[in-house]
Each structure stands twice: as structure tokens, then as C-alpha cells.
């Protein structure tokens, strides 16, 4: 099955510096890379995502890079505030006759003020 | 629209006893989701169902666990007997194609603490 590794775990940023969280898969029938963010004693939502027929997607301070050759796929966001502080989990789709998602570890970002 | 309702948002009880967890998915959504999240760690596929159908099961701890989808709408995910390793958050969500990939929905959780 598909096994999602991420990285680092845990992340400490300067408010206003940038921040870059790297997801990698295994199985290469992945294809939607979504990245969930947590925040305390909440409920996981989709920040930003990325398919695979593109390689690079941003929304205002954020944005994702994907590397289908490295399976690899990373979650950038610059000038970082203290609101951005929260868990950060990427994930792999794959879809067939049903569509399955695999999570990666998370990784804590904290933005300091 | 309304999103991913899921009851009871906490839960206490002793290891042995049994519970259960409901959830109502967004209205339309095909494809309902269970994880279990242990603190610090993403969430961990349990089942997963479309309509009222199980299309995933493979991790689920079926000498405890088990989960229902009557009707292909509300579901239920019993824990019997519990375990103290079982506590964690228990998340629902939904999506709405089947085969399609498109963005899961998560409801609040529900924080099973086995003592």
C-alpha cells in the first residue's frame, strides 16, 4: 500500500520568515495531494492541493510544489504569522474504483511573534 | 451547507466497557470516512464506505471495532470491548464522488479517553 513519510515533525519559524514542510510517496498511482491544517482541538481542513498533471499551485502565502519523478511534494508558506501556528498533515490520493487517501505523520509549526 | 456532524464530541470510560460514536456526513456525500488519530500522529484509515457499502476495512481491529453505514447516509463505529490503546480522537469524514479525487470533509472528532 501507499506509505506517506513527512517531514520535519516538528517546525519553529520567526514570524514573517517562510516555512516548507516535504512529503514524500511511495506507490506512483498517487495523484491528488491535498495538505490538511489542524489547529488545537479542531478538525482537520483542506488548506490547498495539488494534482498531479501540475507541478506547482499557490494561493496567496501558500503553495505546493509536486515532483512526480522524486515522488515527492512540498507545502510552502512565507511570511509566516502567528495564526498559521497549527499541525500540518499532507496526504496521497490515489483513485480507482474508490478513492484512498493516506496521511503522512504531521508536522507542528510554530510561529513565534 | 452543513458539515460533517459527529456525536459525542467526548467520552470517558473504563477499558472493557463498549462504546459507540455516530456521525451524519455532508448531505449528497457518497463516499464517509473513519480515522483514528492518536495524539501527535495523522490520522489512520479505519473504514471506509461508499454509499452503504465498505470499500475499505483493512486496518480495522475487527475482533473490537466495527462500523455500519445503513441507508448510505448516518454510520456508527462501536468499540467492544475498549482498550486502553484505543484512546484517541475518532474522526468522520466525507467526500463527495466516488472515484473522483476530490477533498475530504472532517467533522469536529470525538475524544474516546479508555481509563
Same mark, same amino acid.
Do not use: M
Given at each position: 500500500g501507499e506509505n506517506v513519510e513527512q517531514h520535519p515533525s516538528t517546525l519553529s519559524v520567526q514570524e514573517g520568515d517562510s516555512a516548507?514542510?516535504?512529503c514524500t510517496y511511495s506507490d506512483s498511482a *498517487?495523484?491528488?495531494?491535498?495538505?490538511?491544517k489542524q489547529e488545537l482541538g479542531k478538525r482537520p481542513q483542506l488548506i490547498i492541493d495539488i494534482r *498531479?498533471?501540475?507541478?506547482?499551485?499557490?494561493?496567496?502565502?501558500i503553495a505546493v510544489t509536486l515532483n512526480k519523478t522524486a515522488?515527492?511534494?512540498s507545502l510552502h508558506? &512565507?511570511? &509566516?504569522?502567528p495564526e498559521d501556528s497549527a499541525v500540518y498533515f499532507c496526504a496521497a490520493t490515489m483513485s480507482g474504483g474508490y478513492q484512498k487517501v493516506t496521511f503522512g505523520t504531521g508536522t507542528k509549526l510554530q510561529v513565534i511573534p | 451547507e452543513a458539515g460533517v456532524a459527529q456525536s459525542p464530541r467526548y467520552k470517558i470510560i473504563e477499558k472493557r466497557q463498549s462504546v459507540a460514536f455516530w456521525c451524519n456526513p455532508i448531505s449528497g456525500h457518497a463516499t464517509l470516512y473513519w480515522y483514528q488519530q492518536i495524539l501527535g500522529q495523522g490520522p489512520k484509515l479505519l473504514i471506509q464506505f461508499q454509499n452503504n457499502g465498505v470499500v475499505d476495512d483493512s486496518q480495522l481491529p475487527k475482533d473490537r471495532f466495527s462500523a455500519e453505514r445503513l441507508k448510505g447516509v448516518d454510520s456508527t463505529l462501536k468499540i467492544q470491548p475498549a482498550k486502553?490503546?484505543?484512546?484517541?480522537?475518532?474522526?468522520?469524514?466525507?467526500?463527495?464522488r466516488q472515484s473522483m479525487n476530490t477533498e475530504a470533509f472532517f467533522g469536529q472528532g470525538t475524544r474516546l479517553t479508555v481509563v
Open positions: 516548507v514542510i516535504k *498517487s495523484n491528488y495531494f491535498p495538505w490538511y *498531479s498533471n501540475v507541478g506547482e499551485k499557490k494561493d496567496q502565502r515522488k515527492h511534494f508558506i &512565507t511570511e &509566516t504569522q | 486502553l490503546e484505543d484512546s484517541a480522537v475518532y474522526l468522520c469524514a466525507s467526500s463527495f
